[in-house]
């Protein structure tokens, strides 16, 4: 079971705030899981509770629904890399799918289905390169209220403003090297590493999307006490371009 959430929900057009919303759920749910190893989950289950969306900064980008959702899940959970912080050899996937029952601004039921999955090998001693792939669809139902799913920001095309993309379909493919640098003092954390990586999808029906979005992206990645920081940009197609740096997973 969960209690209520609160949390704000930006939306940018490059650098640019376009809207800032106010997302509160209030809600429980209950599931049942299976392990089917020390490194795989699947888990079945119902979600139930009142949404509540306010615009709080900036224009309606989007609509501001408020009322039930409520959905029956089936998630499956793979991981095996060998490190949570920089992993440097390993696979994992996330696979979600999901039939709503109601949802605030939509009329109907809809199916939802996610899938994250990505690998990562070494090539040589300092040296990894990795693929991570994204998709998710709700096939074919655009009644769904809020958009389903998100694009833009650290990981998910990084010269794109925050959630810039929005769509109900979407792809996006991340090609990436990453090289041993150095270790920091004991105190500071572990190691330090360089990263490049190629970016490219598609958020189907967003407005003012190109054919086929994608980026590059370079930065440092610092193993700390806090959990791997990364600094860094990206230059991306039809003049996006950002620098910035995040705290939290790397892959």
Do not use: C
Not at 68 to 85: C, E, K, M, N, Q
Not at 202 to 222: C, E, I, M, Q, T
């Amino acid at each position: 079971m969960s209690g209520p959430t609160a949390g704000p929900f930006d939306l940018y057009d490059r650098s640019r705030q376009l809207a800032e919303y106010r997302i509160r759920q209030y809600g429980g749910g209950f599931d049942l899981g299976y392990a089917i190893n020390r490194f795989s989950e699947v888990r079945i289950g119902y979600d139930l509770g009142y949404l509540q969306t306010a615009l709080r900064v900036g224009d309606p980008v989007l609509p501001t629904p408020s009322g039930r959702a409520g959905g029956t899940s089936i998630r499956y959970d793979l991981d095996r890399l060998d490190s949570p912080v920089v992993p440097r050899r390993g696979e994992a996937a996330q696979f979600l799918a999901q039939w709503s029952d109601a949802n605030p601004g939509s009329t109907r039921a809809f199916p939802r289905s996610e899938l994250h999955a990505g690998i990562i090998r070494p090539i040589s001693k300092p040296a990894s390169v990795y693929l991570q792939v994204f998709g998710g669809s709700t096939f074919g139902h655009n009644d769904t209220g809020l958009p389903q799913f998100f694009l833009g920001g650290p990981g998910r095309l990084g010269a794109y403003g925050t959630n810039e993309l929005r769509a109900n379909q979407y792809w996006l493919i991340r090609l990436g090297y990453l090289h041993e640098l150095f270790r920091l003092p004991t105190l500071l954390g572990n190691r330090v590493y360089v990263t490049s990586a190629y970016e490219m999808g598609k958020a189907y029906g967003s407005p003012g999307a190109s054919r086929l979005p994608n980026d590059g992206a370079v930065g440092f990645v610092a193993e700390t006490f806090a959990g791997p920081l990364f600094v860094g940009g990206s230059i991306g197609d039809t003049g996006h371009r950002k620098l910035y740096f995040t705290l939290g997973r790397f892959f």
